[in-house]
């Protein structure tokens, strides 16, 4: 029988759920996660910064196509480390056909961030992405399988296609994706194309096939993903509207409570005993980051809970100290404000926003930054008058937005996430007059109960703390720890 873990530690992008706390989850027997957001971008910001610790290169040195990971490192690599006040290198952004380099880069850190979270251990990693982040699924999919990824999880959308794509990569066939074009014409050529073989440098490595684990919110969700996909559906993430990062809109008409937050009501809430009949396994996410949830989730249950802001403020996590101690010392007093603002995201998804001075959550520091889009993650494919396909993010400047047909309306309110999320992990982009680009924290509801982590005089906690508090209810869930799965993809040659 397949055993699976009672704790997913939740995919938290952009670098926040990085390899150190993938690898500290996973050691511990539960699922460690990784995020696969961006790691194109954020690998070149490391490479840049001077792979202190020389983590990189390891990674690189494991690649099993070292021409393409030898380019990667004399493109990007930084001896010493770029000096501070200078800019980060640019990286192309993503349109349906990548350049080449950037497929190579997708590839290569995906492969890299997975293979650093699997070092030292032979328990399942997995990794996350946004469906709405469609353009750069193929390549990084195909580099986190080449590193020997377990689980593959998504959310941000409805990833039916998703499965599809993982099975053609195990059997070494190429994979498509259909990016979702807005206003595209019947039949226009909107798919997105990655065949291994125009990448490999000798025989294809041995791949096994990832679980996939659909991150939804409702019930009718649920029950598409594994009536509809495209392959198998292995599981089920659960996550309710108090979970941090982006949240399913509320069902029906938005409204706002007095505040200016989307209202959730009864339709929003998930039947677990539909669930349960669903005969998958499932876990329970948003607000579930205690020893009570845990044993509560069981008792419905569930396989267990994805946790996501309580592993986000561990010592492992990529989010940068200054902001870790700053919101935990608001924690411990109780005084920690999370703001579900319905307009931030350019994804149009309510987006958790820790409430946190110098931050974009300042309306003065919105204000101050000038609208740039140099990352582009969340840029729309729009179908253009000429029969192509153009990009917008409603968060770019609004001329820009709406030169290429975008309305007004969208654009109010919007936050650049894409340098927002890197700047929260201590990789702000440089502007001129050596402006750095502002943090904007996405934290869960519960972001008061950081707090109950902390051992008696201590002003920090590491992963391993939190697996131990979440599992002291469920004392049995040890005997049942997921047993070594042994997958070497990179040795075996197909
Ligand atoms: C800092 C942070 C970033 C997140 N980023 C993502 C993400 O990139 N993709 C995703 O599927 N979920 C993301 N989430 C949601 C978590 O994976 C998890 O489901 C959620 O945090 C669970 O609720 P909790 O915060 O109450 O524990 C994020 C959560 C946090 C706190």
Redesign the pocket.
């Given at each position: 029988m397949i055993q699976f873990p009672k704790i997913?530690?939740?995919?938290?992008?952009?670098g926040?759920?990085n390899w150190r706390l993938a690898q500290a989850v996973s050691k511990l027997g539960q699922l460690g996660?990784v995020?696969g957001?961006a790691l194109d971008q954020l690998f070149v910001r490391r490479l840049a910064d001077g792979d202190k610790g020389g983590n990189m290169r390891r990674g690189l040195d494991a690649f099993p196509f070292p021409d393409m990971a030898k380019r990667i490192w004399q493109e990007y690599f930084v001896p010493g480390g770029k000096p501070s006040g200078t800019p980060y290198p640019p990286v192309p952004m993503h349109q349906r056909r990548d350049v080449r380099k950037l497929v190579e880069l997708c590839m290569v850190s995906n492969f890299v961030e997975v293979f650093l979270a699997r070092e030292g251990h032979k328990n399942p990693v997995g990794i996350?992405?946004?469906e709405k982040v469609q353009m750069p699924h193929l390549s990084s999919i195909y580099g986190a399988m080449l590193a020997g990824v377990g689980y593959v999880?998504?959310?941000?959308g409805i990833p039916l296609h998703i499965p599809g794509v993982l099975d053609a990569f195990a059997a070494h066939h190429a994979a498509e994706y259909k990016l979702s074009v807005t206003g595209a014409a019947v039949g226009q050529d909107t798919q997105m194309h990655l065949d291994p073989a125009d990448y490999a440098e000798g025989p294809l490595p041995f791949l096994g096939r990832p679980r996939f684990l659909a991150?939804v919110s409702s019930n009718t969700l649920a029950t598409t993903m594994l009536r509809r996909a495209s392959g198998r559906v292995d599981g089920l993430?659960i996550?309710?509207p108090?979970?941090?990062?982006?949240n399913a809109p509320p069902r029906g008409k938005l409204q706002l409570n007095a505040a200016g937050e989307p209202v959730y009501g009864e339709r929003d809430q998930v039947n677990i005993q539909e669930l349960r009949a669903l005969g998958v396994p499932f876990w329970l996410?948003?607000?579930?980051?205690n020893a009570r949830k845990l044993r509560e989730a069981l008792d419905q249950g569930a396989a267990g809970?994805?946790?996501?802001?309580?592993?986000?403020f561990s010592e492992e996590s990529g989010?940068r100290p200054d902001l870790k101690k700053r919101l935990m010392a608001q924690a411990k007093v109780g005084a920690g404000e999370v703001f579900t603002d319905p307009l931030a995201s350019p994804t149009g998804f309510p987006f958790?926003v820790a409430q946190l001075e110098g931050t974009s959550s300042a309306f003065n520091i919105y204000q101050e930054r000038k609208r740039v889009c140099d990352l582009g993650y969340l840029r729309d494919p729009y179908a253009t008058a000429d029969g192509n396909i153009g990009y917008r993010c409603s968060a770019e400047p609004v001329a820009n937005y709406l030169a290429k047909g975008g309305k007004i309306e969208d654009t109010v309110g919007r936050k650049c996430l894409c340098n927002a999320l890197m700047a929260?992990i201590g990789h702000a982009q440089v502007r001129k007059g050596d402006v750095e680009e502002p943090a904007l924290?996405?934290?869960?509801?519960?972001l008061n109960t950081i707090a109950t982590f902390l051992a008696p005089g201590r002003q920090s906690y590491t992963a391993a703390d939190v697996v131990r508090s979440l599992l002291s209810l469920s004392a049995e869930v040890e005997e049942t720890e997921e047993p070594a799965r042994v997958m070497e993809p990179v040795l075996a040659i197909a």
């Open positions: 997913i530690q939740g995919g938290m992008g952009v926040v759920s996660v995020s957001t996350n992405f946004l999880l998504m959310g941000a991150i993430v996550e309710t108090t979970a941090g990062g982006h996410a948003g607000g579930y980051g809970i994805q946790v996501g802001t309580a592993f986000a989010m958790k929260n924290v996405t934290v869960g509801d519960d």
